[in-house]
């Protein structure tokens, strides 16, 4: 079992939902997941920001794995920053783009979040073969 951080958007109904799915079909093939949306702290309250930083870092550090939705025009802030964190570790991170818009014709997502992830999966099912 592998202990997978699932780095991602989840500001939106549809993000969330996604994340949900992803994260439970990454469940069933065995996987522990900790899925920011669901288990970091409670985003309200004095002293939040600090509190879901922290236990989002926790997560990070203990992480054996990162999956990194990268949709969207561009990467979200936060999965960039969490992709680079993993890299500066050494743990494997491996991005799903499923997301056909291209930044350049040669470049599917920023040059330097594409060099910094182990692999760059374009459907949910070539994620999961690359993990197993």
Known sequence: MTRIYLAGPLFTEAERRFNSALCDRLTAAGHDVYLPQRDAPAARGAGYPARVFRANLDALEQAQAVIAIC????????????????YARGVPVYGLRTDPRTVTAEERINLTIEQGLTALATSVEELLARLN
């Open 71 to 86: 949709d969207g025009a561009a990467v979200d802030d936060g999965t960039a920053w969490e992709i680079g964190f993993a």
